[in-house]
């Protein structure tokens, strides 16, 4: 699944990358540049993603708080079970949100 991020700061704009994770193992990275990165989620079952920003000359690292996901699995096919995210229209808005904010940027280093 595509999960998609902003990172932002009021003091300029954060360079460097984002990964995002799940409890259960599964990650993705992209640049804050690329706004997204696609996640696959294999197995069935609760899990919680978090958002992790590494950092740049200029801005700390910082961790998302998690937020809680739920895959159920469904035939996909030849290629196999696809992962179906479990959330509805508004658990996906509140998901794309949480990684949206990404506990608001602490800000420049001194």
């Known amino acids: 699944m595509t999960v998609a991020f902003t990172v932002t700061s009021a003091g300029g704009t954060p360079t460097g990358d984002v990964t995002?994770?799940?409890d259960t193992g599964e990650s993705c990275t992209a640049t804050v540049?690329?706004?997204s990165c696609?996640?696959?989620l294999?197995?069935?079952g609760d899990r919680t993603l978090t958002a992790n920003y590494s950092g740049d000359a200029n801005f700390n690292p910082s961790v998302s708080a998690g937020e809680a996901h739920t895959v159920i699995l469904v035939p996909g096919g030849a290629g196999g079970p696809t992962s179906i995210p479990a959330l509805g229209g508004w658990g996906l808005i509140a998901l794309g949100l949480m990684l949206a904010g990404m506990l608001g940027?602490?800000?420049r280093r001194s």
Do not use: D, H, P, Y
Request: glycine letters at 14%.
């Open 105 to 107: 940027w602490r800000g």
């Open 38 to 40: 696609e996640i696959i």
């Open 20 to 22: 995002v994770e799940a």
């Open 33 to 35: 540049a690329a706004g």
């Open 42 to 44: 294999n197995t069935a």
